[in-house]
């Protein structure tokens, strides 16, 4: 008999070291790769009223998907492209093609566990299973010293872990796939379809990013081997402009265009063929940064996602205050180096690392370390919405790494915005090249630019209130000799 397997690609969207299209390419005679649209995920975001997925993100997802049906069609077979509730495409798929069973990635966060559970309860009475396979992560879970509900609060601890007591899997072989029978594979919707505004392409972007493994494959050779930065990263991960700095992996990691075992075994090589060093064990550091959001998510549940977090903190303080909500979002705090980098996000899906936490800990701090003590789940709704790389686990556990309510308790998470400015924006380019209405401000005057006279201002073109606005926060405090902690 012949065996049919659906292959439901979720935040997988690559060929290469997927186990669970391997494994169905193995299995089946016929495989039926489909991605599902559903449209849930267009949903409003409450209070904030921003799309879960907005333009950029949506961009990204699209060409992800045009590269994957490419990349299939190649291969002899193609993308199933459907729209709606996966429950019920996933069940009429299977009933049409007397499929045995659908293979997927497995999630760790609650609502698309919730879904996985869905799936299966609507699978059981057409004779069909689900069957799902562990892709996100750097570590497999069942390689890790601790089971998932012992997942350790702090990340030290999780990285020692895995450092000493776990290896990296091999990825698993590119698939074999079957041809496609005659079958209506679907139209890739547009921006148009979905209602969403294509965003335009910003010159001042850091990079051009293109979804899709294609893109991901090309910027791993880019970044490590043409340009041979992976020999620097340490060094420039926190710098902020230009596509050299860091690896802006992120976007295609968090969509599954690129395996972070591909980026771990390709940092391996490189440090057999080129260079062992800081930076090369640095980037493998921030992977397992996100390993360790993956499992504290899937350890936590929904806790991550309220505001008073896994640790049950009390939320006294934070206030649902829309207008400074809205300034904030909009790049118009007042405060040059949080504008820039809200104004580098809302062009263009992306931010620094160094960038959101700058502009995370401004929005939230409150209590004995004022800021604007917002309501912090609106500032990772709306980060949600732009993300370009927007993954649960890693957005809302490193909200909840700033808002000090995630599992790992250490250290202090109050940013000096004007320290961190002048360490990591010291000539203003930065701040210049997104707030150019700044552009004759001299750079030693640019971080606390409120704390000028009228009259300086107005010989660099600046009116406070007219053609740049006045601070949300008095930026006097992070000048005083005890001024609020600072980050590194
Ligand atoms: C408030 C806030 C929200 C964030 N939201 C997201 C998000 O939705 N998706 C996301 O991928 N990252 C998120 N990050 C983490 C980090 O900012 C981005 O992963 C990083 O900026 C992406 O740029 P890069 O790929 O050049 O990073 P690199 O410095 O080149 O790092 C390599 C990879 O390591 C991982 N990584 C690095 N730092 C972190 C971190 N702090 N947490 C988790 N993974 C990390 C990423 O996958 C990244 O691609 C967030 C950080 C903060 C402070």
């Known amino acids: 008999m012949k065996i049919t397997i659906i292959h439901w ?43 879960r997925a907005g333009g950029h993100r949506m961009r990204f997802l699209l060409e992800s998907l045009a590269d994957l049906r490419h990349n299939l069609r190649q291969k002899g077979s193609d993308l199933l492209i459907r729209t709606g509730d996966p429950r019920q495409v996933l069940a009429e ?50 390689d890790l010293p601790f089971g998932v509900s012992e997942v350790p609060d702090a990340y030290r601890d999780f990285r020692k872990g ?40 910003d010159e001042r972007a850091a990079i051009h990013f293109v979804g899709g493994e294609t893109a991901a494959l090309h910027r791993v050779a ?44 390709e940092v391996r090589r490189y440090e057999q063929e080129r260079k062992k060093n800081v930076s090369t064990y640095w980037l493998i550091f921030e992977l397992i940064w996100r390993d360790y959001f993956r499992f504290q998510a899937a350890r936590q549940g929904h806790r991550i996602f309220l505001a008073r977090g896994p640790r049950n903190v009390s ?18 705090t007042g405060i040059p180096f949080v504008d820039a980098n809200m104004r580098e996000l809302n062009a263009t899906g992306f931010m620094s690392n160094r960038g959101r936490q700058n502009v995370a800990s401004l929005l939230l701090h409150r209590g004995e370390k004022p800021d604007l003590s917002v309501w912090w789940p609106w500032g990772a709704a709306y980060l ?51 707030c150019p209405e700044l552009q004759h401000v001299p750079a030693d005057k640019l971080h ?6 009228a009259r300086e201002l107005a010989s660099w073109g600046v009116e406070l209130g007219i053609t740049y606005p006045f601070p949300l926060v008095d930026p006097l405090k992070w000048t005083r000799r005890n001024s609020p902690h600072e980050q590194d």
């Open 315 to 332: 939320t006294i303080g934070w206030e649902k205050d829309a207008d400074l909500f809205a300034q904030w979002a909009a790049g118009q």
């Open 222 to 265: 880019t970044y490590f081997w043409e340009r041979d930065q992976l020999r620097n990263y340490k060094h420039t991960r926190n710098q902020l402009i230009g596509e050299d700095y860091s690896s802006k992996f992120s976007a295609w990691l968090a969509n599954g265009c690129l395996s972070p075992r591909r980026v771990y075994w």
């Open 162 to 201: 895995c450092e000493k007591q776990a290896t990296v899997r091999d990825e698993v072989p590119m698939p074999v796939l079957p041809a496609l029978p005659d079958i209506a594979v679907g139209r890739l919707p547009t921006m148009k379809d979905l209602g969403l505004t294509a965003p335009r392409t």
């Open 384 to 434: 949600e919405s732009l993300l370009i790389d927007y993954d649960p686990a890693s957005n809302w556990g490193n909200w909840n790494m700033v808002a000090e309510v995630g599992a790992d308790a250490h250290g202090d998470r109050y940013f000096n915005i004007y320290t961190q400015a002048t360490r990591y924006d010291p000539q203003g380019e930065y701040v210049k090249r997104w």
């Open 93 to 142: 798929l299977v009933g049409q093609h007397q499929a045995s069973a659908v293979y997927a990635g497995q999630e760790a966060t609650p609502e698309e566990v919730g879904l996985e559970e869905q799936v299966q309860q609507a699978l059981q009475p057409i004779g069909a299973q689900l069957k799902l396979f562990w892709m996100l992560s750097l570590y497999h879970p069942d």
């Open 9 to 51: 690609f979720r935040n997988d969207l690559r060929l290469h070291d997927n186990a669970a299209l391997y494994q169905a390419c193995q299995d089946a005679h016929l495989v039926l790769p489909v991605f599902i649209l559903d449209l849930a995920s267009m949903a409003t975001l409450p209070d904030i009223n921003v799309p």
């Open 448 to 453: 606390l630019l409120s704390l000028n006279s």
